[in-house]
């Protein structure tokens, strides 16, 4: 597709159940961030990734939260044992080129995730 | 640690009424600033890039500039279309790939 890709758009989940979100980014795109939005909130970071790995998570706020990218191009970000405090927009983005230079992010239109 | 301020929360404008807002920083290296706009239910939109202090630039109506410690993002004679959330993330000099974003600022332009 023409632009970044994330599925699904919608999930509500119970307390205590992983859930996975995926994202496509744009074709050629080197470098793919996650980041999250919480209602009225600004965006906050979570993981960068330059082809297949990681040089920077720092954002993941805790063990529950780990991701990974494969082939250099789909992401998958897996939240375990959800809690309430997990609900949130979670927004993809990718860029040409990351690192020193990051230059424009391309985002998707985000994962809204309830946990009840 | 780094901070992004923007201000004001909200802006409610008549349509021709020329306004700015504001975006202040701490970082102990500027690497960019950038500006997005995100409409309800979408992610954000790349609307520009500044690297230095003095640097400007010009997209229809919006208009960004660059000091030391603070960007400005001026809307000029604003249009329904442009209500939006307008958002300010900085890179550190120290950061590889991380932005930091501001909380953003919510504009509603009345006809």
């Known amino acids: 597709g023409a632009g970044v890709s994330q599925s699904p758009s919608n999930k509500v989940t119970e307390k205590g159940k992983d859930v996975e979100l995926r994202c496509d980014p744009i074709?050629?795109?080197?470098?793919l961030y996650w980041y999250r939005q919480s209602l009225g909130q600004g965006l906050e970071f979570l993981i960068y990734f330059q082809g297949n790995s990681a040089p920077d998570k720092s954002g993941l706020p805790s063990d529950r939260f780990s991701a990974e990218r494969t082939g250099g191009s789909v992401s998958t970000l897996t939240i375990q044992r959800t809690q309430q405090e997990d609900s949130a927009v979670y927004l993809c983005a990718s860029s040409l080129r990351g690192g020193a230079n990051t230059g424009e992010l391309f985002f998707g239109e985000g994962s809204r995730l309830t946990v009840l | 640690e780094d901070q992004v301020t923007q201000s004001p929360e909200a802006l409610r404008l008549q349509e021709g009424e020329s306004s700015s807002l504001n975006c202040s920083y701490t970082?102990?290296?500027?690497?960019?600033l950038f500006w997005y706009r995100q409409d309800p239910g979408k992610g954000p939109e790349f609307l520009f890039t500044l690297y230095s202090a003095g640097e400007e630039k010009e997209k229809e109506r919006l208009k960004a500039t660059l000091t030391k410690k603070e960007s400005f993002l001026h809307i000029t004679a604003p249009k329904p279309e442009d209500s939006a959330t307008y958002l300010c993330?900085?890179?550190?000099?120290?950061?590889?790939?991380?932005?930091?974003f501001g909380a953003g600022t919510q504009v509603v332009v009345t006809p």
């Open positions: 970082v102990s290296g500027l690497r960019g």
């Open positions: 074709s050629g795109h080197t470098a």
């Open positions: 993330a900085v890179q550190d000099e120290g950061s590889w790939g991380k932005l930091q």
